[in-house]
Each structure stands twice: as C-alpha cells, then as structure tokens.
C-alpha cells in the first residue's frame, strides 16, 4: 500500500500546532549537528508518523525538527531515505511532500560528495548549480498526482538561480570559499569504481554522491524554490589512496560543519530581506520591459 504524505503532514500539525515552517532542510550524512542548532518548537522520529518512509543509514538520525534557524521558521530532516536502500522509488516522494503541506516554499538540501578536482578537496563546499540523475530511477515515475504537480514539468533552473546569488553573497561576507559545480547522484551503495569516476568527469559532473536528486525533482515537481549544498568528504575514486568508506565519510563531514551550518543559519537570517528585494527587482524589470 502507498503512503500517505496528507497523513503523514496531519500527524506532524497537530504536534506543533500553530507553527508554519517556510524552510525545508534536509541534512545529510554527518550534518546532523545543524539540527542541534534549532530552537525547537517539535522534535518527532520518522519511526512515529505514520506513513513516512523509515531511514536505515548509520548517521542518519531519523527526526523531524520543526522550529526556528537563524530567526526563520522551518523543518529539518535529520537523516533522509535513499534510493540505495531498496525502498519503493515513489517513497522517496513522501518525505517532501510532507515539507510542502507544512507549508515550506523554499527546500534547502545538503549532501556528502566525492570530488571531481584536486581543488575541492576534503572539507570543501559546492553550491549546487545543476545534477545528472543517472541511477535510473524516478519517485515520479508513475500515475501523477496532479494534486502537487504536473505530469511534465522543466529542469531548467532547478536550483534557484536567486538563492545561488544569495548564498554566494553570504559565504563571500563570511569569508567561505563557495564552489559551485554539478552533482552527480550515484544510485550505490558501494562507491563508484576509478573507471567510472573517469567517466563521470566526462559527462561534465564535478561531484558525486547517492542522494539528493529524487528530493530535488519531487520539490520541482511542486514548484518549491531550491538550493542544495555537498559537503565533500573526499576527493572520488581513484584520485587519492585512501580506501572509501563510510566511516570516513562520516569523519571528514566535520571538516566543513562549522562553515556549512554558519553558511546555512546567515543564509537563513538573511533570507527574507534578499528575497523581497529579489522580488522588487523583477517587478521593477518587468515594469520596464
Ligand atoms: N561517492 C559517492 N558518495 C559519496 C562519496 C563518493 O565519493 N563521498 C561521500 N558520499
């Protein structure tokens, strides 16, 4: 039987009655310390609301934190689903679904990722600016839910050209060094093999990793503005000689935390000037067209 994201999104309302997230984060391996930054209003495991998919990954912590960051209301996935563990593609849809009847407007995801260039080595951040989906599979794939999207939706500017703008801002003010760069989601769950990597690069990728791309086209789909950061954790396959593994993974997450959770909570404080501005900008320009 399907889950139910309206069921899942009820449960969640009547723990934190009153209380409207306009952000949606979703934390990925070992990022979970920006969580602990929240000020909670409501802090509930998937494993308690009914029909949410459940998470099995070591280091995903599993919890819905709804509360405030950087004085703006949101909700954070702390831990997510991946396609890697087996579950029903179309599951994957649930999670973001819930974020949107909370009432979120804005997605904001964060990944691990292997590197493509010696450059953006082990605690570096990329700013996601495009994907390249290549593990096949789709949570939209399916009978659409005309309820949350259309059938056929753009790619294009999937990642927010105007939040881009903007976190680039804050990480120049906060004197991070910002890359930007395409991710490409790796289905996994073993790490990718030197040849593979090779060719990767070859397809125009400059990171890769095994999330991120379901939750960003089931945002699209629903016409959510979205932004999404990796965390890089190692350069990738075959262009160092450490062996990979998640335990290192989860050890070199540390190395950018600090930068991406004060990158995340200016960003966040900053949001609602910046879009209001952004807003005018394109009224004005239309004005004059
Ligand atoms: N490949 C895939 N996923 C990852 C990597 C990688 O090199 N690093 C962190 N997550």
Redesign the pocket.
């Known amino acids: 039987m399907s889950l139910d994201p309206h069921v899942a999104a009820d449960f969640v309302k009547s723990k934190a009655e009153g209380f409207a997230p306009r952000v949606g984060i979703i934390l990925g391996?070992g990022l979970g310390g920006l969580a602990d930054k929240i000020e909670a209003v409501a802090s509930i495991d998937f494993k308690d609301i009914p029909d949410f998919p459940q998470s099995t990954v070591e280091g995903h912590a599993g919890r819905l934190i709804l509360g405030r960051l950087g004085g703006m209301p949101v909700v954070c996935m702390q831990g997510r689903i991946h396609l890697y563990e087996g579950v029903d593609p179309q599951d994957l849809a649930v999670p973001v679904r819930v974020l949107k009847l909370l009432g979120i407007d804005i997605l904001l995801v964060t990944n691990?990722?292997?590197s493509f260039h010696e450059d953006m080595g082990p605690g570096s951040l990329m700013l996601l600016n495009d994907h390249i989906n290549l593990t096949g599979r789709n949570p939209l794939v399916g009978e659409n839910d005309d309820r949350f999207g259309p059938r056929f939706f753009s790619m294009e500017d999937a990642y927010d050209p105007i939040l881009r703008e903007h976190l680039k801002a804050v990480a120049k003010e906060l004197d991070i060094k910002l890359h930007e760069g395409v991710y490409l989601h790796?289905l996994?769950p073993n790490?990718?093999t030197p040849a593979e990597i090779r060719a990767f690069k070859t397809l125009g990728a400059d990171a890769?990793?095994?999330s991120t791309t379901p939750e960003v086209l089931v945002a699209r789909h629903m016409g959510l503005r979205v932004a999404a950061i990796s965390n890089i954790?190692?350069l990738?396959?075959g262009m160092n000689k450490e062996t990979?593994s998640h335990e290192q993974?989860l050890e070199c997450a540390k190395l950018a935390a600090e930068d991406l959770e004060n990158l995340v909570i200016i960003f966040l404080g900053t949001l609602k000037r910046e879009l209001l501005k952004a807003h005018m900008k394109e009224e004005n320009d239309g004005d004059t067209q």
């Open positions: 391996s691990a990722a292997g790796y996994g790490f990718e890769v990793g095994m954790t190692n990738a396959a990979l993974t």
